[in-house]
């Protein structure tokens, strides 16, 4: 019996470890789905930012109406700055651009992917990675490359932010050329983007949490009931 438990104890021990590592080169980012003010940083980062290349199609902008508390007119004017096919984008159009796939694909070599659900695919923390690991390499048509994702076709967009970072001869990234931000301002903001990207994958995650909420306290009351049920039943056995 005792053997067994031996054996058990070192597969969960092994399972662990393997998952540890496989995970080991990502940072962690602190998701906050119940903070709308980081949300709402991270929409506008991303309009402001991605949505040139990038489609959450997934997902309509309406939706911030209530999920984010972000005001019609505030959508309207700050974040819909893509047309759609040649049209103006409506409050309740799903968020796509009007690049041109074989225009952007000469370019790039590739077209840059919907981002609806790479929170889920990929996950919150590979994306907080991968923008926190650009460098510069001029062996690269764009001019940078990515530790998390070698040879990736994507410029680094936000350099004008976090500045432009090269490999030290130990492999290690260091800032060449200072940005608009120092180093914690530039994850802080990459953690709201990041934040609102991981909302985008599954909106109903907000739902959840106040559901489970109500939950919970019901099921604490109905324990109360249960237990005055109890008294009440074994008053008479007893
Ligand atoms: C100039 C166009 C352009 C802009 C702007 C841009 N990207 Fe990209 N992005 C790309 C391309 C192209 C790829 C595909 C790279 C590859 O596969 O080599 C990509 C890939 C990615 C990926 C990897 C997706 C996957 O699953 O492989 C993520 C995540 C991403 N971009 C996030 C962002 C975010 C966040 C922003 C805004 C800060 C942004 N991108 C802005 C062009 C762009």
Known sequence: MIKKYAVFTVLLLFSHLSYGASGGDLKPVAIDLGNKASLQ??????????????????????????????????????????????????LGSTIINSINHDSIKEVFGVVP?????????????????????????????????NILYPNVNMPHVLWYKEGLKKLDENN???????GQLNQKEY????????????????PAQLERYSIGFWVMLFLVFFAFITYLLKIEYWRDIK
Not at 46 to 69: E, I, P, W
């Open 41 to 90: 940083r991270g929409a506008q980062i991303y309009f402001n930012n991605c949505s040139g290349c990038h489609t959450l199609q997934y997902h309509r902008y309406s939706k911030f109406v209530n999920d984010l508390g972000i005001s019609e007119d505030m959508i309207k004017s700050n974040l819909i700055l893509t047309t759609n096919k040649g049209e103006k984008t409506k």
């Open 113 to 145: 992917p919907d981002l609806t659900l790479t929170a889920r695919s990929r996950g919150s923390e590979w994306i907080y990675t991968f923008l926190t690991s650009f460098y510069e390499d001029e062996t690269r048509p764009m001019g940078v490359n």
């Open 172 to 178: 290690q990234l260091i800032l060449k050329v200072k």
């Open 187 to 202: 994850e802080q903001e990459i953690t709201d983007l990041v934040n609102f990207l991981t909302y985008v994958a599954e």
